[in-house]
Structures are given as C-alpha cells and as structure tokens.
C-alpha cells in the first residue's frame, strides 16, 4: 500500500539528477557506517539548490529521511541489492528506473558495511555532539542578571541523534555558570581518557 506522502517523496527523488541523488545516498551510506557522524540537511538542501531543484527544506528533509529509513531497513533484513530494488519497486510504483540503479550500485558497493556497523549500533545506539560554539556578550536587558551590561556567554550545540539527524540547541549562561559548565566538560574528558 503506497502512502501518498511516500509517493510525492518518491517523484520528488526521481527529479533528482543522478549525480545529486548518488551524493545524497552516499552521504546516508557513509553514516550508516559509522563515518560520518550525521547526515546534514541543511548541506543536502544547499546542493540541491545549486543543481537547480526547487524543492523546500521539509521536501529535502523528507528525501532524507526515506532513503535512511530504506538503508536501514535493508540493513536490518540483510538484502541484497537485487532485493532491495525488488522491494523498492513493490512499495512505490514512483521509482524512476534510474533512481533504481543508483540504489542498486551504492548498496552493492556499502551493503555489507552498512548491515555491520548496525549491528554494532544496535547495541550501543546514543546521540553524538559535533560541534559546540560559544562566544561571550553584553546584557543589555535580561531576566536573570541582576544588572545591566553583564557579560554572558551564549552557546550552540550542534547534536547528532541516533536517527543521524542533526540538531542544534541554543542557550545562554552567566560567565559564572560557563566555567562550571567547561570545568565539567574537562573533568568528562579527563574519565574518558582513561576508557
């Protein structure tokens, strides 16, 4: 049964140039094999606006995530290439036979690399922090600092989920509550050294 999100997602990918789709799908492979620590979004919506597709964000997003879901679910069975396509084409008549082919290539080429690391991620499945930027400023106005033109640092953390979906928090502390917050990020270093 075709749900009809998954078909419009579907035509969507069959839009796709080959080359961009192949990137796309490469990009998804070499996380589900532990390489790379998530799949950007935002990345894969800037090249698909280069390659001159007008699809939005949540359309790119989407895109994404189906082609992980199908990755990983093919993992999961422990299909073969043939078998993957067969499984693709019976799910969605939508599948351009050249979106077919850049499957079956890149998971004969990934599959068993990919079936692996799941493996190994099922039994240890926990988010990842990419990156953490800060930079310090000036309270003009704040609800928590008791006077005017305080310093404050505000930091964002880029976060990769199990699903390998990245995600940012935000958020704001007093100078104060950053170096508590630094000297235990040392001290989690300091325990993770000794591993």
Not at 29 to 38: D, M, N, Q, T
Not at 77 to 100: F, N, R
Request: with cysteine.
């Amino acid at each position: 049964m075709e749900l009809s999100s998954d078909v419009a997602v579907v035509e969507n990918i069959g839009k796709l140039p080959s080359e961009v789709l192949e990137g796309t799908c490469h990009e998804i492979l070499l996380h589900l094999e532990g390489k790379r620590s998530a799949v950007d979004v935002v990345e894969s919506y800037q090249k698909f606006q280069r390659a001159g597709m007008t699809l939005d964000w949540k359309a790119v997003q989407d895109i994404v995530r189906l082609l992980s879901f199908h990755f990983r679910s093919a993992a999961k069975t422990k299909i073969t290439a043939d078998g993957l396509v067969t499984k693709l084409a019976e799910c969605c008549s939508q599948w351009s036979k050249s979106a077919l082919q850049v499957m079956h290539q890149l998971w004969t080429e990934h599959g068993s690399l990919v079936q692996a690391h799941q493996e190994v991620q099922a039994v240890a499945s926990i988010g990842q922090l990419v990156d953490v930027q800060w930079k310090l400023g000036m309270a003009v106005s704040s609800d928590t600092c008791r006077s005017l033109n305080s310093a404050y640092i505000s930091v964002l953390m880029k976060i990769a989920d199990t699903s390998g979906e990245i995600s940012y928090k935000s958020f704001e502390m007093t100078v104060l509550q950053f170096q508590n917050f630094y000297r235990q990020f040392k001290e989690i270093a300091s325990v993770l050294e000794t591993v």
